[in-house]
């Protein structure tokens, strides 16, 4: 029997499956085009770019709620450098299709102070001469890290395809939120490993020796208690 004489019912099923496997190249094709579209308009010029986003910042004043007086002496301070490395991926997707890996450079700054508002009655000792002289401090504190957002930049972004077709239609401001936590808690951390605090109080012990032997005082002794 030739194929021109098949029976009728197996001309019928083949035709019946070529539909589906047009569907799935129709699929296919869609994606591939989405993906290349997402791709070129990035690439763009943003005055050829349809999608281009244009900032306008409609911020009221500063207003400014209250003023603090401070006792404080700054005694050191640290620059700090820190490459934070975050990945997120899903369980049973591979990378390629939905993972997300930020690589971000965090730069910021710690300093480190005395508060002198903490120095209480009997902090100081002058002998009868008046040639020598005892101070007591509290040791020195670590302030805040402070990130420095002029420097602190995201250096590598690897995102798998459901991640980037996600991207293209909303942005994600807790991620970069997030960077910055992190950030900015590894450089208290490394403060806090770095002898700043030992350096602040020996600045100030230097500083109040000045001082004193400035003012006529011919030994100076300066002491640190851990302030309460």
């Known amino acids: 029997m030739s194929n021109s004489e098949a029976p009728e019912d197996v001309r019928i099923s083949?035709?019946?499956?070529?539909?589906?496997?047009?569907?799935?190249?129709?699929?296919?094709?869609?994606?591939?085009?989405?993906?290349?579209?997402?791709?070129?308009?990035?690439?763009?010029?943003?005055?050829?770019?349809?999608?281009?986003e244009r900032?306008?910042?409609?911020?009221?004043?500063?207003?400014l709620h209250s003023i603090q007086n401070l006792s404080r002496y700054e005694a050191a301070s640290g620059n700090f450098q820190v490459i934070v490395d975050l990945e997120k991926d899903a369980q049973f997707l591979p990378g390629a299709l939905r993972g997300e890996r930020t690589l971000f450079v965090g730069t910021g700054s710690v300093d480190a102070y005395?508060?002198?508002?903490?120095?209480?009655?009997?902090?100081?000792?002058?002998?009868?001469?008046?040639?020598?002289?005892?101070?007591?401090?509290?040791?020195?504190?670590?302030?805040?890290?402070?990130?420095?957002?002029?420097?602190?930049?995201?250096?590598?972004?690897?995102?798998?395809?459901?991640?980037?077709?996600?991207?293209?239609?909303?942005?994600?401001?807790?991620?970069?939120?997030?960077?910055?936590?992190?950030?900015?808690?590894?450089?208290?951390?490394?403060?806090?490993?770095?002898g700043l605090a030992q350096r602040a109080d020996a600045n100030t012990r230097q500083m109040m020796t000045n001082l004193l032997r400035a003012l006529g005082f011919t030994y100076v002794t300066v002491t640190f208690a851990t302030s309460s």
């Open 14 to 52: 083949r035709r019946s499956r070529r539909p589906g496997l047009r569907t799935i190249a129709v699929v296919v094709v869609l994606a591939a085009l989405v993906y290349a579209v997402m791709q070129g308009l990035h690439a763009l010029p943003r005055w050829l770019d349809p999608f281009a």
């Open 55 to 63: 900032t306008t910042d409609r911020s009221g004043p500063v207003v």
């Open 114 to 194: 005395v508060d002198f508002s903490r120095v209480g009655n009997g902090a100081l000792t002058v002998d009868k001469n008046r040639t020598s002289v005892t101070v007591r401090l509290p040791h020195a504190q670590l302030e805040k890290a402070n990130l420095d957002p002029k420097h602190s930049y995201v250096f590598a972004h690897q995102r798998g395809l459901f991640n980037r077709f996600g991207d293209f239609f909303s942005s994600n401001p807790n991620q970069q939120q997030q960077l910055y936590v992190l950030a900015t808690q590894k450089i208290q951390d490394a403060a806090g490993a770095s």
